[in-house]
């Protein structure tokens, strides 16, 4: 059976915060008196639809609580915002910071929702100006409004990922200045390819390229590349729990198949840095 939902067998987050954050993290809440890891990221460290995402898998390996700040569709800067989170970070043992994209981050042609990084709300009048064709009150999310700007404008779309681009560099530099300490990058690789969107945008993490990494990797003190395997994606959802109607979006989600690389790959890592 694909999935299984109803009554007491959904799936509980234990949606809890830390401290004055207004950001609500996958719970139950970890200790933070005593010594403690982070890993922060975005859907796939969420872990939506898993029972037991990765941070929960390197919590039981390691014997040590790992607090899960994956906030779904998180761009840089819910967590830039966030003094909380960056105040956690700081004083961990060590902190994973998943690579995440680069469009889902306020910038000079528009405006993301501070917490809701995914949810477009503002064109500049930089961006009015480029395309001046584009009625921008018909999106209401950066993926869908990257993918109709370029298909429609492949050139001019050219100047909005570069700026996407080197925002991303400054902003992952910066976040991880601010962490300090002992900072592993982690890089998942996609784990559904071949949707719409990705062809026409690329591959997860969206216009992040092998430059851009190696211009912050000497911010941090090591990093993690996962590329779930054929059999981990071919497993799709198998294992999942979630509704009927929620089918669609679990099948874009990573499946406990590869939570389980994730962990597999970060654990020798994480040991040798604690």
């Known amino acids: 059976m694909a999935y299984e939902y109803g009554g007491d067998r959904a799936l509980d987050y234990f949606p809890c915060r830390y401290g004055q954050s207004r950001l609500l ?28 995402p990765y941070a929960a898998l390197l919590e039981e390996k390691l014997g040590l609580p790992v607090v899960n700040f994956g906030y779904m569709n998180a761009g840089l800067d819910v967590f830039m915002g966030d003094p909380v989170v960056i105040d956690t970070c700081r004083k961990a043992r060590v902190t994973v910071v998943q690579l995440l994209g680069a469009p889902n981050m306020s910038n000079r042609f528009y405006t993301v929702h501070p917490r809701r990084n995914d949810r477009f709300l503002k064109a500049s009048l930089m961006m009015r100006s480029l ?80 430059g851009m990494i190696a211009a912050v990797r000497p911010c941090a003190s090591d990093i993690v590349r996962v590329q779930p395997s054929d059999r981990a994606r071919a497993a799709r959802n198998e294992g999942m729990f979630f509704a009927p109607l929620e089918e669609p979006v679990a099948l874009e989600l990573p499946g406990p198949q590869v939570h389980q690389e994730i962990a597999s790959a970060l654990l020798p890592v994480l040991r040798a840095h604690l």
């Open 25 to 52: 993290f996958r719970g139950p809440p970890r200790n933070l008196d005593g010594a403690y890891a982070v890993v922060m990221g975005g859907t796939e460290t969420y872990g939506k639809f898993v029972p037991d």
């Open 131 to 210: 395309f001046r064709e584009v009625d921008f009150t018909e999106f209401h999310f950066i993926r869908h409004m990257l993918t109709t700007l370029k298909t429609r404008a492949r050139e001019r779309f050219a100047l909005v990922e570069e700026e996407l681009k080197s925002i991303w560099v400054t902003r992952m530099q910066a976040l991880l200045e601010r962490i300090g300490g002992t900072t592993l990058l982690l890089l998942v690789g996609d784990h559904h390819p071949g949707s719409s969107d990705r062809e026409v945008l690329g591959p997860d993490p969206l216009m992040v390229d092998e």
